[in-house]
């Protein structure tokens, strides 16, 4: 079994990926006609839709990797160009066109189903998450490996709730300033994620690489 600062890491890499206070001011406009009893519903359905795709990349992500006849290595490498690019729009204060589109945000404030989409998927649940869970899970083939992602996917999932719950109080406390100071620092953590994928991906593919 892995270290359990592997666990750690990749707990924080998800949360930073998952971005879960960035989503809050799309939530609150999403939901600027809710009372609080539906946001606390919306909240709910998207931390469980969330998990549930999470955990269903992680177990399904083999399978659909042999079946695309792509390789783990150009995955990372992939992954970590997506990765990249989220972190890179997160440091300029920019919306995140990899997790979705103004247009897709516009559209949904007609629908009652904003609480998968676009809030848990492509929101949250987008390819960079996606790529982190099923990179994740060949880290190692250790017995208890698996159920521990699982575990810390869950562990993400809760905070992600906790945080959606509290979007109101949060919006105030922290302001739109606020918001955007912890989105920043958000994205330098995950430019360093990034490029660590990426590099480890080129290694495989090009063992010179390792010297």
């Known amino acids: 079994?892995?270290?359990?600062?592997?666990?750690?890491?990749?707990?924080?890499?998800l949360f930073v990926i998952l971005d879960p206070f960035a989503a809050v001011p799309i939530f609150l406009v999403l939901t600027k006609n809710y009372t609080a009893g539906e946001r606390g519903r919306i909240a709910n359905i998207a931390a469980i839709t969330v998990l549930l795709v999470l955990v269903v990349a992680a177990l399904t992500g083999e399978a659909l990797l042999n079946g695309m006849g792509t390789s783990l290595a150009?995955?990372?490498?992939?992954?970590?160009?997506?990765?990249?690019?989220?972190?890179?729009?997160?440091?300029?204060?920019?919306?995140?066109?990899?997790r979705t589109s103004p247009a897709e945000e516009a559209e949904a404030e007609d629908r009652h189903s904003i609480?998968?989409?676009?809030l848990a998927i492509p929101l949250l649940a987008g390819p960079g998450s996606i790529s982190n869970v099923i990179i994740e899970m060949h880290r190692s083939s250790s017995e208890y490996h698996g159920l521990l992602v699982i575990l810390s996917i869950?562990?993400?999932?809760?905070?992600?709730?906790?945080?959606?719950?509290?979007?109101?109080?949060l919006g105030r406390m922290l302001g739109q300033i606020g918001l955007n100071i912890i989105?920043?620092?958000?994205?330098?953590?995950?430019?360093?994620?990034?490029?660590e994928i990426m590099a480890n991906g080129l290694k495989q593919l090009f063992p010179a690489l390792t010297g």
């Open 74 to 98: 150009s995955f990372r490498v992939g992954g970590g160009i997506v990765l990249l690019l989220m972190a890179l729009s997160m440091l300029q204060g920019q919306t995140d066109a990899v």
């Open 115 to 118: 609480a998968v989409v676009p």
């Open 1 to 13: 079994m892995e270290h359990w600062t592997e666990y750690t890491r990749f707990f924080t890499a």
């Open 183 to 195: 989105n920043r620092l958000f994205g330098l953590i995950l430019a360093a994620i990034a490029v």
């Open 154 to 169: 869950a562990l993400v999932c809760l905070f992600l709730w906790i945080v959606l719950r509290m979007a109101t109080t």
